[in-house]
């Protein structure tokens, strides 16, 4: 029987835990029938969210709790979840109970349908966001388009099912400001989508705000992305290639007109010259960073999706 590590970051849900632990341990026990461990990850909560934790932990030795010393967000919060993960599959969902429980089957058969799929990500038939939490999903969408190549029939959706490899995969990478999302397009070209419901909001507010919204877009943009320091770096490379071309036109001009000002010529030469290699130096420079960034974001050198190896002492038998 397979085990399923259920993944939780939780963040001031201090009342919809106890109804997301029910559900959950009724789908597991009464539907799925599989073995699961549930790991609740609270981001630092202001209310009693960790001690509720704790009294779920001494009804079932299958909940297990994580308390963060101080708030470091969602996708660092699964992260650390993804550290303590025993099962041979990982689960991902969020603690509003936007992500019901029930349709964690979908995604399981989903699954199993073929050996080639390694991720099935929920794709909600009908969004129950708010307006600004919806366009954050757009314009990371958009992104993840154009940075990561990701095809756009495929949606994100933190409502994840993942083999146990793709996050020990994850788990060897270190960045400052990871997102999930970005992290499982570059480490994975298995993923696939299933509908699933999206409930509406039980309790409390949602906490994206368009501050939040702006900040996510940039962390992903310059952290978890090469993009800008690729686009600096053909801008350095395409003035440089211009300011040789200029250069070599205003020498033809002043030897076929001439100048009506002394030094004019002289004096662009130079400013185009060392304005082209100033850029292009410039262009140099965002193809170093590019590989500093790569290499300190500690990808493994390669990512193995299975390995069939016969062992050496059988050989010999």
Not at 97 to 104: A, F, G, K, R
Not at 106 to 119: F, G, H, R, T, W
Not at 265 to 279: E, R
Request: aromatic fraction near 10%.
């Amino acid at each position: 029987m397979a085990l399923y590590s259920i993944v939780v970051p939780v963040y001031n849900s201090e009342n919809s835990l106890p109804e997301l632990y029910e559900r959950l341990a009724n789908v597991f026990d009464n539907v799925i029938k599989q073995p699961f461990e549930l790991i609740l990850v609270d981001d630092c909560s202001a209310d009693r969210s960790y001690q509720v934790i704790e009294e779920l932990r001494a009804k079932d030795s299958r909940v297990n709790g994580v308390q963060l010393a101080v708030n470091h967000g969602q996708p660092k919060a699964i992260l650390c979840g993804f550290s303590y993960v025993q099962g041979d599959y990982v689960i991902t969902m969020d603690d509003d109970l936007q992500h019901p429980p029930e349709e964690i089957p979908k995604l399981i058969e989903k699954m199993n349908s073929a050996d080639d799929i390694d991720v099935v990500i929920g794709q909600y038939d009908s969004k129950k966001h708010n307006a600004i939490k919806r366009m954050g999903t757009k314009l990371m969408d958009m992104m993840s388009n154009t940075v990561y190549h990701k095809t756009n029939k495929l949606k994100i959706t933190s409502f994840r099912l993942m083999k146990r490899y793709v996050v020990d995969n994850l788990n060897k990478i270190s960045v400052s400001r990871p997102m999930i999302g970005p992290l499982l397009l570059q480490t994975n070209k298995r993923m696939v989508n299933v509908t699933v419901t999206h409930a509406p909001r039980a309790y409390g507010k949602s906490g994206y705000s368009f501050g939040k919204l702006v900040r996510e877009f940039r962390n992903n943009l310059i952290t978890n992305s090469d993009l800008p320091l690729k686009l600096i770096g053909y801008l350095g490379l395409f003035s440089a290639f211009m300011s040789v071309i200029l250069i070599i036109f205003f020498i033809i001009r002043y030897f076929i007109n001439g100048s009506g000002v002394s030094g004019w010529t002289s004096i662009i030469v130079l400013l185009l010259f060392f304005g082209g290699m100033t850029l292009f130096s410039v262009g140099i420079l965002g193809r170093y960073l590019i590989s500093i960034m790569i290499e300190t974001k500690k990808f493994p050198k390669f990512l193995v999706r299975k390995a069939d190896i016969t062992e050496q002492q059988e050989k010999e038998d």
